[in-house]
T-cell receptor
Framework: DTAVSQTPKYLVTQMGNDKSIKCEQN?????MYWYKQDSKKFLKIMFS???????INETVPNRFSPKSPDKAHLNLHINSLELGDSAVYFC????????????FGQGTRLTVV | DAKTTQPTSMDCAEGRAANLPCNHS???????VYWYRQIHSQGPQYIIH???NNETNEMASLIITEDRKSSTLILPHATLRDTAVYYC????????????FGSGTKLNVKP
């Protein structure tokens, strides 16, 4: 069983469209995250949710809206997609907000054309 | 956040130990050193972390200098499947698991 799974794995869409990426973890973790990996391979946190509550929002444009229907799911909705949004987006989870390791999904490669 | 410096790339022969260095000279007293790796087209994978004592698990060993300004990740018997980018990260102080991954070290394990 995949611990942290994201769908879709690849997403190609036109500028201006709205798209969603889904994430689910079956580890029973309390905390989930969205990270963005840019073309230079730098990976930066975007959001963190703990027990469905938003904890971290790293100055991400408000076109990006995370939604956590329950603590096993954290979806990312992106409105009015721009070329600069092209990147690989990773979902992750950890047991808690404390000093525990994070488990990452396989990533979603988003390409905006 | 403490900044980390790692070599861009390293080579290692299969079956030999791979020693990956990391400098973090501005680390604060209660900041932990984490190591992750990313195999091509996959998500990052946790390897090990430590505060000041050396740590060992089934994947690797982490050696942290006494002044904590640098550390070394040791893969004792590298295999071809260990070819990946290895990230050394110093975790911020606010306990929010807020990781920033820099450019890392590309480890090439060769037969």
């Amino acid at each position: 069983d995949t611990a942290v799974s994201q769908t879709p794995k690849y997403l190609v869409t036109q500028m201006g469209n709205d798209k969603s990426i889904k994430c689910e973890q079956n580890l029973g973790h309390d905390t989930m995250y969205w990270y963005k990996q840019d073309s230079k391979k730098f990976l930066k946190i975007m959001f963190s949710y703990n027990n469905k509550e938003l904890i971290i929002n790293e100055t991400v444009p408000n076109r990006f809206s995370p939604k956590s229907p329950d603590k096993a799911h954290l979806n990312l909705h992106i409105n009015s997609l721009e070329l600069g949004d092209s990147a690989v987006y990773f979902c992750a989870s950890s047991r808690s907000l404390g000093r525990t390791e994070a488990f990452f999904g396989q990533g979603t490669r988003l390409t905006v054309v | 956040d403490a900044k980390t410096t790692q070599p861009t790339s390293m080579d290692c022969a299969e079956g030999r130990a791979a020693n990956l260095p990391c400098n973090h000279s501005t680390i604060s007293g209660n900041e932990y050193v984490y190591w992750y790796r990313q195999i091509h087209s996959q998500g990052p994978q946790y390897i090990i972390h430590g505060l000041k004592n050396n740590e060992t698990n089934e994947m690797a060993s982490l050696i942290i200098t006494e002044d904590r300004k640098s550390s070394t990740l040791i893969l004792p018997h590298a295999t071809l499947r260990d070819t990946a980018v290895y990230y050394c990260i110093v975790r911020v102080e606010n306990n929010f698991n807020k990781f920033y991954f820099g450019s890392g070290t590309k480890l090439n394990v060769k037969p």
